[in-house]
Each structure stands twice: as C-alpha cells, then as structure tokens.
C-alpha cells in the first residue's frame, strides 16, 4: 500500500515522520502505513505470562455444594499451592447426535480456590471462650470430661452464660484433642442423662459429598442419634411427587431437555440456578424446540423464551388448572386422542372407580371402590382397585395395584398388564349425580355444584376418576347437572383461562393457546413435551397442590416415562445415584438396624418453638365440604396425631431416655410401650417439647449451614434453640388458640441444645454460633464421591494439597470424635439395649396399615394402639458404646445376613463383601475383627461403590431379576452385568453409571436419563395404591383439606393469619410487599456469598431487588440502605431497583447471611438478619400423612415441607449512616 | 497481497446465560494480583447496561479509536501522534479507578478475633486502594440483570442512540449479555497510540500484546483502546491486556475464557486476511459500510490465489488447514451469522458476535408471531423484545439489515429443524427464504447447536 495514495493512511507528515524515526528503535516491524507494529512472539517472548501460566500439577475434583451440578473441575497446584480451576471437558460422549456435557461448571465453582487460603478459612479448631472456662474450670475439679460437661451444662447460672454468649465473638483456639474430649463428654452425657435420641445430626444432600455426608451419618446413628431429614425440610421435596408417582423425586437428566419439542420452564431460573446444564435449553431451541417461560419477573430465563408469562406469585397452580381445563375439553372430551386416552387407562389411576357418598342432599368423591367393597374379604382386598371393562361393562381388579406388591397371591401379578381389559375412562351414558367439589378461589360458599355420570355397583354410586376430574375441571358434557362455566371466557366459574387471568394477570388467550401447543406438541411428537419446575413453584405452603396441576398437563398428555417429555422437577441435588451403598453405610445398617431419621421440619417447629406462635386454628387449610377433622386443633396437635399414630418419625420420641425405657419394656416392648402410652404412663416428648428432659440437646452440623441458610424462623431458633439475642417480634398463641393435646409452659424455654458442633472451611452464621467449630478439609484436599440427577456420571474428588494448617477432612474429624467418644463410652455406658420407634414405612407391608386412608385415633376412642398398625412399631437395638469406632472403621456383618434393601428391593450383598475384604483389606481385632475395612475415605467410597446397582452392574442384574419375579414382567438387557464401577475409575474420569432398579430410567445403550421409561416400557407399576400415577388423593385428610383432586389454592393469607398488613399498603413505616427468596446468581445457598469474587461481580452484600413503583412508593432509589420488618424478624440490606421485577413483590436472594457487610438495625437494634429472619415454618397437615399407600413415611421421601414463600414484609428507607 | 493470519473468536450471544464463568476463570488465572485487582481482562456486561468501565462506548467522551481526517485519512480520535506526545504527561481521556470500580474486601478476620461482645461479629467492607472502611456503590458489573437500570440504563451510550423507542418498563422488558475480551484488532488504535512501541501485534498470529519490558506506563494505549481492554496495573505501573491466552493456544489449548465458557458459545478459529488492504477497508468514508469492507479484507481459505500467497508469506500447512477448518470464517461468510463489535471504531475487530433471539413481546404474541412457524418468520423478528436498532448500534453502526438477516437466519433454523425433529419432511423452502440451502442450514445446526469441542476451537 503507497501511503501516498491518500485515501488510507494515518493522520499527517509529521506524526509519520515522527513514527518512520520510532522504527528503528524498536524491534519489530511497522506497517508500511505506519499503523501498527508487528513483532513475531515466539516461544521466548512475553515471558511474564508463560510463567504465571506454568504450574506443576492438575488434579480432578469437584464442589461438594448443594447445586445439583456435580461439575467435574481441573485443580490447579503451583510449588504446592492451589492456584485455580477450570472445567474438565473429558466428559464420556452422548453420542454425537446432541450437545456433550462440557464444560459444565460456573462462576461460583470457579471462585472456589479463593477460600483455600482466604481470611475465612478455619484454619484451626475455635470454642466460645467463656464455655471453655466454664468446662475447663469444672473438668479440673471433678477430673472427668463427662461429669464436667454435666455440671457446666446443668448448673444454670453457667448455663446461660455460654449460652447467651452464642454468636457474640470472644471465640478462642483450642487442640482436636480437647474439642474430641468435649465433644464425647457431650454426647455420652446426653445418652445417659437424657437417651440418645436427644443427639440429632445435621447434613444434607449426600450426593454432593457421599463420604462425608456418610461418616458423619454412621457416627451418629450407631449411637443411636437421629440424622434430619433436609430434603422436605428444604422444600425441595415436592410433596406432589410421593403423592402422585409414590416415588421421592425422580427427573430426567438435562441432556434429555434436548429430547423435548416443547419446553415450559416454570418457577425455574435455569441459567442460574443450572448454569452447566442451562446450554442445553439454549440449544435445543435450535433443535426446533419451543420454549415457554412463566416467572413472575423477567429473569435470566426469560432472555431464552419465545414468550415470557408473568403469574403473579404463588398463583401458579391457577393458571396450570386452566390449562389442565383446555387440555380435558379439546384433547378428550370434544375431541379424544387416542394416543392420550391409551396412556391414561393404562398408566394412570383416571379409569378407576370412586365411590360417591352422599352429603346434604348432595354427593360428594370419597373412596376408591376396592375387591373388599366387593365382597372380597382377603387381607389385601382393601388396596384392590377396580375399574370397568369397556368390552363387558364389568368391575375388575387389574394387576398391579398395592394388593399384589407385598402379598403371596400377587407374586408375578404386580404390574400393568391389562390383557384383553379395556379400562372404560367415562361412565358417561347411563346415569348422572350431582357432586360437591372445593373452591379455594374466595368465591361465595366455596362449592362448586357439578355432575359426573355414575354407575351402581355392588351397592355403591361409583364414578371415574375421570369424570370427576372433568366435574372439577369444569369441563361440561351434555346431561350431567350441575353449573359449568359457559366458555373460556367465562371468569367466574373455575377452571377456565378467564378465571385464572384475574387471579394470575396471565391473558386468558395466552393460557389456552400455550396450553392447546403443549398438548398439540406431545401428540405430535410423542410425548415429548415437557415442564422444568422449581422452586418459584415448589416453596409454597401449597406447592404440593401447584405442582399436582402441573403434573397433570404432563401426566394427561402421555409424557411421563418418555424421553424429552414429563416432569423435570430440579430443586435439590437429591439423587445419589449409588444410593444403596451410601444408605447401608450412613445409617450404620451394616451394624445396627433401624436408624432413627426423623422429618425436619417438624424438629425444628417443635424445637425452635415455632409453633407457640401460631395464632391460627389448623381447619384454616379445611375444605368448605370438611367433616372437622382439624376444627379446634392446632398444627403442634396434628403433628403429635401423626407422631402416635406411626404416621411419622419423632425423636426424641418418648419423655423417658430410650435406654432405660428398653430396661423396663423386656422382650416384648411393643405391647408393653402401647400400653404405657395407652394409660398415661409414658408420654410421647413432642407431647410436650418444651419440658427439659424432651429438649435435643446435641447437634452437629456439617456440610451445611443451617442458621445462616436453611433455618426458616431464624430468630426463633436464636431464641429458643440456641438462647440468645433474636429479633422476633411475633406474640405467642392466645389461650384459645393453643393446642389441646401438647403442653404449653408459661415461659418458652430459651436455650435447649447443650452443644451445637459445626464443622467447616469458612466463617458462617452457623459456626459464628457453634459452641465448638471444627476446621474441616475443603473440596479440593480430600477423596470423595459426586453425583446429580442432572449428569449421569460419578466422579471423584481428590486432594490437589493435603488439608492445610490444623484443617481435617470430614472423615477423620468423625473418626477422632468417635475415638474419643469411644473411650469416655466404654466406662460411662457400656453396652445397652435402646428402644426405636420406628413409623409405618413406604415400600414396606407397612404402607396398608390404614385401609381406605380412614384415620381412627386411638387416643380418641380410649383403645390401646397396636404397634405398626395405629402405632410406631418398637425395636430393640443393642449398642455397643464402647465399640463404636470399631464398627466406623469396619463394614460389619448384618448386610450378608439381611441384605440391602432400596425402595422395597432387597439385594444380596454377600459377593460384594469378599470383594470388597480383598480391595480394602480387613479389619484386625476388636468387634470388627476380619471384617473388610473402612479406615480410610477412600475404602468408604469404594463400598459405596460396590453395594450400589447403579454402580455395580452385577447387583443392578440380580436387582431386576428379583424385581421381574414380583412383576412377572422381564427386564432383561437394561443391566449391564459386567460393568464395576471402582473408586480409581471415578478419578481418572466421570464413569456413567448402569440402569439399576434403584432409579426408574433405563439408561441401556447410551440412552439419556428419563425418569419412569422402565414404567412404561416395561410394565412396572408405580409404587402407588393403584400401581398407576394418581390424579385422586382418598385419604380422609386429603379430603378434609379438600385436596383430593387437583385443586387451586392461593398463597397464604398473612393478614388473616397473623394480622400482617395487606399488599401494597403503604404507610409510615414503608410499603408491604411479598417476600420471595428465590436463588442467587453470586451464590450457591449461603456457600460463595462470602466470596470476594463473587462479591465483586455483584453488589458487594446483603441486597432485595425492587420494582421501581415500589421504590417511588418507600421513596427509595437504588443501592439505598433499607430494613425489612415483619413479626418474624429484621432484614438490613441494600435496595437494587429494577424494572424488570414486578410491583408488588421483592425478591431477597436466598442465603445472603450476615457475616458481610450487615449493619445493626435501627427496629431491633441488632446485627440485621439473614434471608430468613423474615420468614418461619408453616407446617401444612396433608404431609404429615402416613401408614397408607403412596402416602407413607420415608426419610427425605416425604413429610412436612420447610415452606417459606408465601410471607410478607414491610419495607421502609432507612438512615444511610449505617453502624457496625 | 498480504496474507497474515489472525485468531480470531466469535461468541454466540444468544447462547450467552450472562454466567460470568469465563470472567472468574480469567481473572483467577491471571489478574488476582496486586495492582490488578479492578482488572478483568474479560468482562460481561448486561444490555442495556452503563458497561465496564462506564459507558466506554462514548466515544464522544473517551475519544477512543479511529476517526477519519478532513482527507479522508485514519487519524486516532484521541488526536494525532504529535498532541499524543505533547500531553503526554496529562491525558484527559483516561478512565478514572471511579470509572472501573474501586476494588474492596472484607475485614473478614473479625469473625474469628472478635471479642466478646453485644452483637454478632461481621466483615465490613475496606477499600483495597486506599485500606478505609468504604461504602460500595459501584463494581465492575453494578448493573448486571437489569439491576438499577431505570436510574442507570438511561446513560447506556448505546441506548441514548435510541432512546425514544425503548421503554425501560416491566411489560417490555429485555436485556441480554455481552462477553467482551480485547478485541485483537486488525487496525489496532492501541498500538498505534503507543510512544514507546511496547503494544504489538504478533506477526504470527495476529495477538496483541504489551511488551511488559518495554512498556513505560504512559497509559495512551488506554485512551486509545475504544473498548478500554488496555489496563493499567497500578502496582508494576505498566499497561496489562488480554493476552488470547497465549501461553495456552501456543500449546493447542483454547483460550481459558473460551474453554470454560459453560454456555459453550465461543468459538476460536484462524482466519486470513490481505494485511495490505487493512487501512484502506478502515477507512471507507461510511459507517455503515465498514462491516462489509472488514468483510473484504479477509480472504477465502480455500482460494488457491490466497492459498499460494499464503504459503509465499510463510504460514505454515497446518495453519492453513486451521483456517479452511475455522468455524469463525464459517460463521462470518458461510453462515452469515455473526457481526463485528462497533466497526464504526475503525479498529477492524477480531471478536465477534452472533445478535441473539429474544421473546415477543407479549402484546405482539396474541396475533400470532410464532418463531417456529416458518409462515410468521419475518413477522417475528419484528416482535422481539430486544429492538433490533440497539442490536444494530452494536453490531452494524446502526444498520439494521444485517442484524435483520442474522435473526431471520437463526429463526429459519429453528423452523426448518423443527420438522426434522418431529421426523417430518425437510422443508427446502424455509431455507431458501433465507438465502440457504437445507444442508447448510444443518450444518449451521450442527455448529452452534451440537457446538462440538473439537469444532468449537
């Protein structure tokens, strides 16, 4: 180029000049045109960036954080130190026809290394220094941990002082060896004094850390402590699942949203809450994939959406209802498709019969009609379920319902085959009854009259599901009496698309047509259409109701079971995949059988004492149609029903100690405790919660952080729990308004717990409280083991440095308490027998102890209850004490002996046990004398391992042969008998894991996860009473709440519940809003909230998003200091003012706790609070259901939820000279 | 003829989740040090959005890039090599740490020394520049998601362009996210604006890097970079920038922010292009133009004119396999998918970007404007809620046309595969439609949807 030409060049003569002269002093070449100077690099140019790049090793690990991720990381170590990470990209290959895994991970991850060396990191182990005196002192003088513990915990002057000291400062360091010493004097203090059902444990999700969720476990319930539960008690449990399908919670894996052609992302903000997997909705958009987002504001999500629908808050359900009303009318009353009416007669409960039971003049649904309202009086005839025979007009009892699962006569007969049976869905043609159905939209009475056709049978008014779910739907059909909305646009009869625009602000049009493309989509592609849900639908008081309408437009458009369609519920990292293995090592099943593991939302109700401040009667939640079950009653009196009738765990469960209880009951201490309890003698503790010998005294936290994340009504467990400074502002029950059958002392108790021990890598609202803080191993510095239901992988983690300063992985912090406790043990306990009561478990005979869901109380009616029948059953379990870290370091003998059982399916194990004594090496002397080992994290991995289906091919085979007897159906070629999955595997590359009757997908040959596949390929029921998929509820408590069928129910009214103010009332003291805490972009719950990185890409602390009419209202603008008050509690935090959030609502990112940048209040005058300072528990009756069918107790599987959306909070600007 | 090779990236934004994985891993890997800390080599910013460092597209103020001279010349906006030299001392143009943010941390040690006290123990927040106790009102991402936007958003130099057609309200809300790395320009102003010859293009591939030996911290680069992807490292006192992770692409590693980018939208490629017709293509008198004559600077890798020229530059066989395989040549020519980042800044950027999809807006949804019906293609794109004008402001110096193209095209896909996906017949014409035949719009597919590693980099 001539730079003479003019027309390119740069700007003149003289800078050219000036440049041409720079050439020659400088190495590289200028271009001709003076422009730019080129230089060829090289590999010995630039060296400054080489070397910050070079580094000595990269090890493979991951986050043992509660995200579902399970994200593979590369850690990188220069000169023995962790520099940073970056993401694994060797994922195993989908096949080539869709998007591979890599690189999944996030920011969040990413900025993990920063803790390693940050000034957060417990680096040694801390105790509050005024009970490390007190104990100190005591110890000296008495010269015995235990009787040391005992007195400084007994006296109640010292009591208080280290109690009301908590999460005050004044931390001081202390030796492993003298935390161990405390620790064991503490727990064997408990178990004498009190039993150990007063020790509880406290550690969520063990698929995000198996190993160390496991030893913690073991440790816990060899001595006979209860583990909490974390799942329900998160809300993460969508109750709707155990209800519908009978299982926990089972999903499809993110690579099979590809596989959808229709895709509704609901209450769910994928790209932040599943940033990995969120590339595959971007992508299967590309896919030809139609994707739908419905959130309340305009979240990351949305950006991804071919359309966006706001429903207000918690208003949900109404608008799935309504879509569930167009899918009925168009795709099967006007027009019925085949391919939807074949799967719902044979995969669903909507062809069996209810019987209708006259009520005022009227009808109302009330039982399944079962074989024993036949005239069959066989044991199992009450769970016999019956349908009509389209050919013959006939009832008859197809296979697969809950009469076949546990019985000899059902052997080979539970499954779905129909033979020749057409299962008739309508009794439409003969005659007609009108029935009364619920309305919870605040419409006149709250019933809705409607017809259903019914038929006569045996002497019964029976109807179809169906019809009834056409009645209450208020899809009209020609004949049947009864009001029914006149069409779509009809606004006042529920369930049409005008209705639910009132309530929802989503337009009418937009609901039907959404509605008519989801159903359209599934047909046309078979079923795959599909729903991602979460927690914006699943965290409400009534999200079991939201979720059961939206289970319906899957469940009804045959997408359940089929890849790319059905549920995808993501909330939770629930899904230990080799949840065998895990589950026999973490309960200590190998050595002691049955752990204790109790629902935990109702510990902390009882134990935080949030129940003494409900001011309302538990029949808020009864139907208009209820028989008054619940009149009178408060929530704490139908949680102690639930507690004595066996429905529910509850420890501590007795008000005597276990142990002495075992003494005095013998042999036999089933009718021997009935009877105590029976005549008064003996009473149940959550009878009475707040009587000293009933409190829990110990507690350990690990893996979590309880009080700076999960703790809904964290004042209250401030103040009651742990005894010391709270913000609650709420007024206890009124006389009237407490519960008749648990006692209620004048003054609440403040500080019950003895000892909270938390181990962790970093400063939290949980350890800031701890009376001890242990410093544990982070992710990157100990072996362990990692799985989602996002991936189909496991993978390891593995030491990049050894655990620096005094920091212990899990595993040997466990290990050296349970030493210590051994040793004090042995001379202070010795071996006793102790007394477990145990609930009516699911997927165990247990599951028929209630025939037709009929709740007889024995309390009620003076009898004396039968164990395992209307009362927990009682089992006597000898332990050890002394001996209890010989059984952690061993895998001990009862797994030969009585296998491993999973959800109904024992496995023999025996195979395992000689592989595993040959791979671990054996035990030497002691009770685990040449038992194979469990010394080190890495054998405790391998046993997972080897005792899981999914795992270990051999058992998954063995599995389904056992399976395919009791079915009488083959499930041959989904296992693949010969793939082992070693610990070494995991570690050199996430290994896929084998189908495995564990899970309830196949995923032979490569096949993408999706839940329910082996169901409908393979003729496998639902572990349901009817073996089907359940739109109807008949349990009498189900009834009661008028939830029976699919149902809208609204948020909570806090007004009315607790005279909060209204919505959008505004005065001196700010504006009330609605209080969402959804999931945070710059945190994984509280985990990464503290971190600078994360910090620096968002605003730095605490904050609550705002619409800017409500701002405008509170006069506040952005980054404004503000305070949040309700009764629950005080929030201080900064104000971000969007338009993109709705009016009405404001959004405080979940777990944004108070260890950064949280002022004093100017209400309480306090430290502000956290999160969920603002919110606290309300338990919702229908889950406390149990001892019938689907509606059974498993731990995490179901009970009560730890809701907390539906609250609201007055926000005001507040001085902005803010004090520390 | 001049055949140089350049690394060149494009990113798909409408894959973006807005994650920031590749910020953290770039500045874990290389800015977490002292003198760095306000420093992110690689940024992302929410549309519409102030920016890092704010509002940097305002040329007008930070006077950065090109502009052409009364003849029709290059000359840097800033001003002329000689001003340069004689306000060498007091640059007015600079950003100020204000500008960027003032890095901070926590007193996180008080959790653990605090004494005995009345309240709980927590970490306030302590300026790193100047060690006092601060208040945090500003970050290199303050206005992620929206947050702020109505005061905020207001002064999006990008936005205030248009603003009468855009409402910042509930029912119109929009917003998306653009990753920004250095731009590797092919007319970098940066380097021209260097007085100490220590910014440099590598001859080989085309990086542009500061020579940390002989920077001498006059900090023109900074001004003179459009998209202040030139820092200074306040500590060492010399200029710092993306380096294309050269230490890992030397090797056959992507970059880090490409590698671990989760929404896999990144894409690294080689291109060729005539360094000869580099200032002439910058200089073209329209703005509008320069997307086209950055378009004709680059050359076809399979021509065998360029193949030979290639080779008498010396670029070796392999690279010029690299640049018939680069999936940025196919996204930018085969494809017609992706744009430059402001080319009215005369820089000829090599990162560039695929606009993305946004939702309808909901008024608009009633009447039927349905991505995936190859019938209501065109009226869709009109309906989405990002207004195709900002995305032009960005992409094309206003001209919506391309940006137009781009939409339809992603929006013909989606059509088009949705057929196959529910095992119809291909329907050719939806293709068509968009200049494309079936077989390339599959393997445009097949590119940006299944995005597979190897293809990716």
Redesign the interface.
Known sequence: ?SKGA???????P??DA??RL?RH??P??V?P?L?????????Q??A???D???HDKVVRSTHGVNCTGSCSWKVYVKDGII?????Q?DYPSVG?????Y??????RG??F??YTY???RVRYP?AR??LVELYREAKARLGDPVAAWAEVTTDPDKRRRYQS?R?????VRITWDEACEIIAAAHVHTIKTYGPDRVAGFSPIPAMSMASHAVGARFISLIGGAMLSFYDWYADLPVASPQVFGDQTDVPESADWWDA?YLMVWGSNV??TR??D??YM?????????VV?LAPD?N?A??F????LAPHPGTDGALAMAMGHVILREFFAERERRSFADYVKRFTDLPFLVRLRERGGSYVPDKFLTASDLGDDGREAAFATVLLDARTGDPVVPNGSLAFRHSEQGQGRWNLDLGEVDPLLTCLGGEAAAVALPRFDGHGDGVLERGVPVRRIGGHLVTTVFDLMLAQYGVARDGLPGRWPSGYDDATEPYTPAWQEAITGV?A??AARIAREFATSAE??GGRSMIIMGAGANHWFHSDTIYRAMLALTTLTGCQGVNGGGWAHYVGQEKCRPITGWAQLASGLDWSRPPRQMIGTAYWYLHTDQWRYDTYSADVVSSPLAEGAFAGKSTADLLAQSARLGWMPSYPTFDRNPLDLADEAGADPGPYVAEQVATGRLGFACEDPDAPENWPRVLTVWRANLLGSSAKGNEYFLRHLLGTDSAVRAEEAAPEQRPGSVAWVEEAPRGKLDLLLSLDFR?T?TT??SDIVLPAATWYEKHDLSSTDMHPFVHAFTPAIDPPWQTRTDFAAFHAIATAFSELAKTHLGTRTDLVAVPLLHDTPDELATPHGRVRDWRATGQTPTPGRDFPKLVAVERDYGAVAEKMAALGPLLERLGATTKGLTFDVSGEIDRLARMNGTARGGVADGRPSLARDRDLCEAILALSGTTNGRLAAQGFATLGRRTGTSFDGLADEHKQIAFADTQARPVPVTTSPEWSGSEAHGRRYSAFTINVEHRKPWHTLTGRQHFYLDHDWMHETGEALPVYRPPLNMTALFAEPGVGESGEDGITVRYLTPHS?WSIHSEYQ?N??M???????PTI?M??ADAAKAGI???DWIEAVNRNGVVVARA????????GTVYMYHAQE???????SETSG??GGIHNSLTRLLVKPTHLIGGYAQLSFAFNYLGPTGNQRDEVTVIRRRGQEVD? | MRVMAQLAMVMNL??C?????C???C????T?RAGTEYVWFNNVETRPGQGYPRTYQDQERWQGGWEL?R??????KAG???KK?LSIFANPLMPSIQDYYE????D??R??S????????????RSLITGEPTK??W????D?????????APADPVLRKLSDQVK???ER????YLPRICEHCL??SC??S?PS?A???????G?V?V??DRCRGWRMCVTGCPYKKVYFNHRTGKAEKC?F????V?VGIPT?CS???????RYIGLILYD??????A??VPEDKALYEAQKSVMLDPHDPEVIAAARAAGIPEDWLEAARRSPIHKLIFEYGVALPLHPEYRTMPMVWYIP?????V?VL??TGH???DAGNLFGAIDALRIPIGYLAELFTAGDPEPVRAVLLR?AA??????????GQERDESIAEAVGMSGPQVEGM?RL??????GERY
């Open positions: 180029m003019g027309m390119a060049g740069t700007d003149g003289v800078s000036l440049l720079g002093l400088r590289g070449t271009s045109d422009r730019s100077l080129y230089q060829v690099g090289g590999r140019a630039d400054f960036y080489r910050r790049w070079s520099t940073w990470e970056a993401q990209t080539g026809d869709r998007p591979e890599e690189p999944r991970g996030c920011p990413a900025a290394s920063w940050s000034p957060t801390y220094g005024v000291a999460g005050k400062g004044g931390l052609a790209p932040v940033t990995p969120a590339h971007a992508e299967a958009r590309y896919h030809g994939q139609k987002v305009y990351d949305a950006k959406a071919d359309e966006w337009p049009a937009a046309e592609s400063m609202s800031l409280f972009k503290d600078l990185l910090l620096t890409l968002s605003r730095g602390g998003w619409s800017p603008a952005d980054n971000v003012v969007s338009h993109r959030m709705p009016e108070r260890v950064v940048d949280v002022p004093k306090l430290r520390y | 409408d894959k989740i807005g994650c920031h994985t910020s953290v891993t500045k874990q890997a290389w977490n001279n003849r029709g010349r290059l000359k840097l002329g090599r000689l030299l890095p901070w941390t926590y996180y040690d959790l653990f605090a004494p005995m006290q009345a309240d709980t123990p927590v970490a306030r927040p945090i009102s970050s290199a991402n303050w992620d998601n929206l947050a702020g936007a109505p005061e905020l910042l309200e509930f809300a929009f917003m998306f007319n970098p380097v021209a260097c010859g910014l440099y293009k590598r001859s080989e591939d990086i890097l020579d940390q380096t992770c050269y230490p890992r030397e880090v590698e671990t980018c989760v929404g896999r939208l360094a000869d017709r580099v200032a002439e910058a200089s993305p999809l946004s939702p309808v909901d949804a009633g349905d991505g995936e992603l896909m989606r059509s088009y595969m949705r057929r196959v996906n529910l597919h940006l949807a299944l995005a597979p590693y």
